[in-house]
């Protein structure tokens, strides 16, 4: 019996943005952006070569911590699945305000507007 193995499923840890002044940087010079009712995206080029992910997910916008947790979770997720088939290179922070809701299909929710936002990477790579 042949056991094959599976792609490579984790999230590491370098693509993450784990310090206040790399949020703040893509809050300050953000290039690209995708605005909704349940979230901002923003995002900058960075000088890594890969793309790394930044969450703002408050308890203001989803008061349950296992919601909050769920949500953190499918935004890696997709982010994840995503990032391959997106520009090498940005820095994106996704931030949650208060009219998302963590129960209706947030995977497909996050996917449009990632897909959004690669548009406009897209639209700046052009000027």
């Given at each position: 019996?042949?056991?094959?193995?599976?792609?490579?499923?984790?999230?590491?840890?370098?693509?993450?943005?784990?310090?206040?002044?790399?949020?703040?940087?893509?809050f300050?010079?953000?290039?690209?952006?995708?605005?909704?009712?349940?979230?901002?995206?923003?995002?900058?080029?960075?000088?890594?070569?890969?793309?790394?992910?930044?969450?703002?997910?408050?308890?203001?916008?989803?008061?349950?911590?296992?919601?909050?947790?769920?949500?953190?979770?499918?935004?890696?997720?997709?982010?994840r699945?995503?990032?391959?088939?997106?520009?090498?290179?940005?820095?994106?922070?996704?931030?949650?305000?208060?009219?998302?809701?963590?129960?209706?299909?947030?995977?497909?929710?996050?996917?449009?507007?990632?897909?959004?936002?690669?548009?406009?990477?897209?639209?700046?790579?052009?000027?």
């Amino acid at each position: 019996m042949v056991i094959e193995k599976q792609p490579d499923q984790h999230f590491p840890l370098v693509h993450r943005l784990g310090h206040s002044y790399e949020f703040d940087a893509v809050f300050n010079r953000n290039t690209a952006r995708h605005n909704s009712p349940g979230l901002l995206i923003l995002a900058k080029k960075n000088e890594h070569g890969f793309n790394r992910l930044g969450m703002i997910v408050s308890k203001k916008s989803i008061s349950g911590s296992v919601q909050r947790n769920r949500v953190k979770r499918r935004i890696r997720e997709t982010f994840r699945k995503i990032s391959p088939n997106q520009e090498a290179g940005w820095d994106i922070v996704v931030m949650t305000r208060p009219k998302i809701n963590a129960e209706k299909d947030l995977a497909g929710y996050l996917q449009n507007s990632f897909t959004s936002l690669t548009k406009n990477f897209r639209s700046l790579r052009k000027i």
